[in-house]
């Protein structure tokens, strides 16, 4: 079983940093002093489970975190720092503080240092979340000791419950789109107007007809679908906005 850290202050680490080109010392204790801040820790930057579920949804739940008292989210993995800053700009994670344990000290200090030399990754962080209230560990997430990386309990939304259970994630959107689109623009607009973020694709940049014709049915734009379901065109988003 792995150590559980709960009403244990977090390790006394200095992670070094590279900002603007310039090498900059970061004090965990500076990081956790005061706030309310959420960690995750996984087995490597740009690693799939890692790139395509874990950073993005932390990063897409930011704002609601915030908007129960998180003053900060931090990734933590046992990279470089030129690493992590690439991984941050390749994820567009602009809402997420990327924090390299380059010695693995402050997962060693946490008991989740462990061996992946049968990947070739040498030492890594078990897989994992936490709360950490003013320096002390409030909750923690870890996943099962299982082979291989497995990833049920450190998500973002198994958080979100925890901090906010009657919390409602944010809709997840999507508008297929052409350049030049007035029905389009007015669609957008809506979606900005109620304060609703969305993905944006664009004809002959993004899909092609034949995809649009294949998850919505038809080949006129805008669609819109929000939480997997077909809303259709600008005035049935119209609709569908009034009727929340």
């Not at 706030?35 to 932390?58: D, E, N």
């Not at 030492?123 to 049920?152: A, C, I, T």
């Not at 809709?171 to 607009?189: E, H, N, S």
């Amino acid at each position: 079983m792995f150590p559980n850290k709960e009403g244990q202050k977090v390790p006394s680490v200095t992670f070094r940093t590279r900002q603007n080109h310039e090498w900059v010392d970061v004090k965990s204790d500076e990081l956790f002093a005061g706030k309310t801040v959420i960690v995750f820790s996984l087995p490597g930057a740009f690693t799939p489970t890692c790139s395509s579920t874990h950073v993005p949804r932390y990063n897409q739940l930011a704002d609601t975190f915030k908007k129960y008292g998180v003053d900060e989210i931090i990734c933590m993995s046992v990279n470089d720092t030129f690493v992590m800053n690439e991984w941050k700009v390749d994820q567009e994670a602009d809402k997420i503080t990327f924090i390299p344990d380059g010695n693995g000290d402050f997962t060693d200090g946490m008991g989740l240092l462990v061996d992946k030399n049968d990947l070739g990754f040498g030492k890594r962080s078990w897989r994992y979340s936490m709360l950490v209230k003013n320096g002390v560990v409030d909750k923690m997430f870890v996943e099962p000791n299982k082979p291989g990386d497995p990833f049920e309990v450190s998500d973002a939304d198994t958080m979100l419950a925890y901090i906010a259970p009657e919390a409602a994630a944010p809709l997840d959107v999507t508008v297929f789109t052409r350049p030049g689109c007035p029905f389009c623009a007015r669609a957008k607009g809506m979606l900005h107007d109620a304060g609703i973020d969305f993905d944006e694709l664009v004809l002959n940049r993004d899909y092609k007809n034949q995809t649009l014709r294949a998850v919505a049915g038809v080949d006129m734009v805008p669609q819109v679908f929000i939480n997997g379901e077909l809303i259709g065109g600008s005035d049935k988003l119209e609709e569908w906005l009034k009727a929340r």
